[in-house]
């Protein structure tokens, strides 16, 4: 509930992320701009995403969406990718049990 009804409060969202969306929507252009931090040289993804909700609402209130819409998909796949009991052994992918590195975990 927090992430909906408040703007994001974390260092990295400070120091990267809505500094270059707010120099985006003051400039009206999503521009290269000289950069304060060398993360907001890297390409944007999220940051699309963020001046999307930001025009939308007109405020970065829902800011935090595109983080919540990607953990919701990850736990979309990951259960869909449980859900296929027809796969063979070898090419289910790697669990606990069945890493070289934890041999006899989960093994009575």
Same mark, same amino acid.
């Given at each position: 509930?927090?992430?909906?009804? !408040?703007?994001? +409060?974390?260092?990295?969202?400070?120091?990267?992320? @809505?500094?270059?969306?707010?120099?985006?929507?003051?400039?009206? %252009?999503?521009? +290269?701009? =000289?950069?304060? !931090?060398?993360?907001?040289? +890297?390409? =944007?993804?999220?940051?699309?995403?963020?001046?999307?909700?930001?025009?939308?609402?007109?405020?970065?209130?829902?800011?935090?969406? =595109?983080?919540?819409?990607? @953990? !919701?998909? %990850?736990?979309?796949?990951?259960?869909?990718?449980?859900? &296929?009991?027809?796969?063979?052994?070898?090419?289910?992918?790697?669990?606990?049990? %069945?890493?070289?590195?934890? &041999?006899?975990?989960?093994?009575?």
């Amino acid at each position: 509930v927090t992430a909906v009804i !408040a703007p994001p +409060l974390t260092v990295d969202a400070m120091v990267y992320h @809505m500094p270059k969306v707010f120099f985006w929507l003051q400039n009206g %252009s999503v521009d +290269l701009f =000289p950069a304060g !931090a060398f993360q907001q040289l +890297l390409a =944007p993804g999220a940051e699309y995403q963020i001046l999307q909700w930001s025009l939308f609402t007109g405020s970065d209130v829902l800011a935090n969406v =595109p983080q919540w819409m990607g @953990m !919701a998909l %990850s736990a979309i796949c990951a259960s869909l990718i449980c859900k &296929e009991p027809q796969r063979s052994p070898q090419k289910r992918p790697m669990t606990v049990t %069945s890493n070289p590195a934890n &041999e006899g975990l989960g093994q009575d």
